[in-house]
C-alpha cells in the first residue's frame, strides 16, 4: 500500500466528494483530495536534492522579496531515492498556464511534504490552502505516525484547466503515474513493492485559488484511480 493511499486501511469510497463554496458552486465541481498509488510503497531517503521542476514554463527571479508566482520559482527538497517528471504543455492562455504551472508545483509539494513527513512546509503552505491543506496535514502526519515514507519515480501528465471564474477561482485535473512509485519504512528502509496495474494511474481534478501574491492555491481535490483519460500501456 502507499503511503498517499489511505483508501483501503479507511474503508472509503475511491471518489470523495465535497461541496465547493458558494462563490464557485454554479461553476466548479469540487472535491477533497485523497491521493492513492495503486502499486506502489513510499520510501525517503536521506541525501536530499532539488527535485525536476516544471520544465514547461520558467519564471526569472525577481530581485523583489516578494513571493509573487511571477518572480520566484520553488525549489522542492527531495530525497535522493525521489525524482519526478512534470509533463506539462503551454496551452496558449497565459491564465490557463499560470494556473496550470502552479497546479503542477502543488503536486512536487505534496511528494516533497510526505518525504520529509512534514505538510507544514513553505512549498505547501505557499501551493495549498483551506480544506485541501488541512487533509494534507492530518494525512502526512498519520503516514508518519505509522512509519511510512515515499519513494520512487512520480510522473505528472495531461494537465488540463476546465474551468476559470473571474479569473480568480479555477478548476483544473491531471494525471499521476505511480507505476514505480512505492511506500517505505522509515526504520528498516524496506521497500513495499508492488505489480504495476491500471490502478496506478489516478486522475485528480481539483479547485484552485488566486492568493494576493499571484500563486494558485489548491483548495479542494479528489482522485480516482484506473481513470480510462490517465491509464498508459
Given at each position: 500500500m502507499h503511503p498517499l493511499d489511505d483508501l483501503h486501511s479507511h474503508g472509503e469510497p475511491t471518489l470523495k466528494h465535497y461541496t465547493p463554496p458558494a462563490i464557485v458552486a454554479t461553476a466548479l465541481t469540487a472535491t477533497l483530495l485523497l491521493t492513492a498509488c495503486a502499486g506502489g510503497d513510499g520510501s525517503s531517503?536521506?541525501?536530499?536534492?532539488?527535485?525536476?521542476?516544471?520544465?514547461?514554463?520558467?519564471r526569472t527571479p525577481s530581485p523583489s522579496a516578494s513571493l509573487s508566482a511571477e518572480s520566484t520559482t520553488p525549489v522542492f527538497a527531495l530525497p535522493s531515492d525521489i525524482d519526478t517528471a512534470?509533463?506539462?504543455?503551454?496551452t496558449g492562455n497565459a491564465t490557463k498556464?499560470?494556473?496550470?504551472?502552479?497546479v503542477a508545483y502543488s503536486a512536487q509539494a505534496r511528494l516533497e511534504a510526505f518525504a520529509?513527513?512534514?505538510?507544514?512546509?513553505?512549498n505547501m503552505n505557499r501551493y495549498f490552502a483551506a480544506q485541501a491543506l488541512t487533509y494534507?496535514?492530518?494525512?502526512v502526519a498519520a503516514v508518519r505516525k505509522d512509519g511510512l515514507t515515499v519513494t520512487g519515480h512520480?510522473?505528472?501528465?495531461?494537465?488540463?484547466?476546465?474551468?476559470?471564474?473571474n479569473t480568480k477561482t479555477a478548476a483544473a485535473r491531471y494525471c499521476e503515474d505511480q507505476r514505480k512509485?512505492?511506500?517505505?519504512?522509515?526504520?528498516?528502509?524496506?521497500?513495499?513493492?508492488t505489480e504495476p496495474s491500471d490502478t496506478d494511474f489516478i486522475l485528480?481534478?481539483?479547485?484552485?485559488?488566486?492568493?494576493?501574491?499571484?500563486?494558485?492555491?489548491?483548495?479542494?481535490?479528489?482522485?480516482?484511480?484506473?481513470?480510462?483519460?490517465c491509464v498508459q500501456g
Open positions: 531517503g536521506g541525501d536530499a536534492k532539488a527535485a525536476k521542476t516544471d520544465q514547461a514554463q520558467s512534470v509533463e506539462r504543455h503551454p498556464d499560470g494556473i496550470l504551472r502552479d520529509k513527513g512534514d505538510a507544514q512546509t513553505a494534507w496535514t492530518q494525512r512520480y510522473r505528472f501528465f495531461n494537465f488540463a484547466v476546465t474551468d476559470v471564474v512509485a512505492y511506500s517505505k519504512e522509515i526504520k528498516t528502509h524496506k521497500v513495499l513493492r485528480i481534478t481539483l479547485q484552485a485559488a488566486k492568493d494576493s501574491h499571484g500563486d494558485w492555491q489548491v483548495t479542494r481535490q479528489s482522485w480516482k484511480k484506473a481513470d480510462r483519460s
